[in-house]
């Protein structure tokens, strides 16, 4: 049973940074395409940035040249560095694993609350 548990959100001011991590069990990250959703109240989750199996990045406009995603395969384990946070990043963030490319489905984690004061 594939198990993604994300840790590493908090209460950062604007312009400071957090590392969230999404740790994942019962599944390979380097072998499939892992992704970072966010939810703000009253919104749509939307995607934030995703890796593919071949290391390819993409990114949300609203986060590029702020946020990196990142893995370590060694760990099984998939990064979002947030740099530069404003307060319109405050949301609560999933990690997934995506197999839908390969007739599976999504896998969510529980989500971890990310909240920016200005």
């Known amino acids: 049973q594939v198990q993604l548990v994300e840790s590493g959100g908090g209460l950062v001011q604007a312009g400071g940074s957090l590392r969230l991590s999404c740790a994942a069990s019962?599944?390979?990250?380097?072998?499939?395409?892992m992704s970072w959703y966010r939810q703000a109240p009253g919104e749509q989750r939307a995607l934030v940035a995703e890796i593919t199996s071949n290391g390819s990045t993409n990114y949300a406009d609203t986060v590029k040249g702020r946020f990196t995603i990142s893995r370590d395969n060694a760990k099984n384990t998939v990064y979002l560095q947030m740099n530069s946070l404003k307060s319109g990043d405050t949301a609560v963030y999933y990690c997934?694993?995506?197999?839908?490319?390969?007739?599976?489905?999504?896998?969510w984690g529980q989500g971890t609350q990310v909240t920016v004061s200005s």
């Open positions: 997934t694993r995506d197999r839908r490319a390969l007739g599976g489905s999504v896998t």
């Open positions: 019962g599944s390979v990250v380097r072998l499939n395409t």
